[in-house]
């Protein structure tokens, strides 16, 4: 990884991950991301990224200077300092694309970050549990939260506000209009 540069970070509480590194993409070095976080174009606006492995996700960021990026269809293809050639870029293929939070602005009202809904416990209006945020799907019309227990089929809930009445991050938890046989 020392063709991407940077110095290493030990702190991953404090990354956002925005996507993984797919592919490389052409001869010259640059790479093909698959993002998970929306606005990818909002991200060329951030002058450094980080790239760490999926297992190390607890540690071991190292930083990387852009110096170009671009939405192409349903990926980012950027260009990372010291990345020179297609080699250098199939090393990086799986490593995570992650940014501080502190480099990324404050969410507006009823607006959160996924990585701030991942993990958080899930009741209903009658206080059953149904689980706890898996990861969030992307559609044309709404995000959908995927909700499980250990064991269980996943339930997949919309993320609008006629099935999700309240999100509370400082309690870890969501509150949602859905029965649990349903």
Known sequence: ????????VENASAFVVLGKVVDAWGIAGALKIHPFADDPVAWAKLPVWWLGREEQVTGNWRECRLRRGRVHGESVVVEFDGVADRNAAEALKGMLVGVPRSALPPARENEYYWADL?????????????????????????DVLRVGVEGEPERLLPFVAAVVLSVDIGAGCIRVDWEADW
């Open 1 to 8: 990884m020392a063709e991407a540069g940077g110095a290493a």
């Open 118 to 142: 991942i993990g958080l416990q899930v009741l209903n209006t009658r206080d059953e549990p149904l689980g706890r945020v898996l990861g969030l799907i992307e559609t044309g019309a709404n």
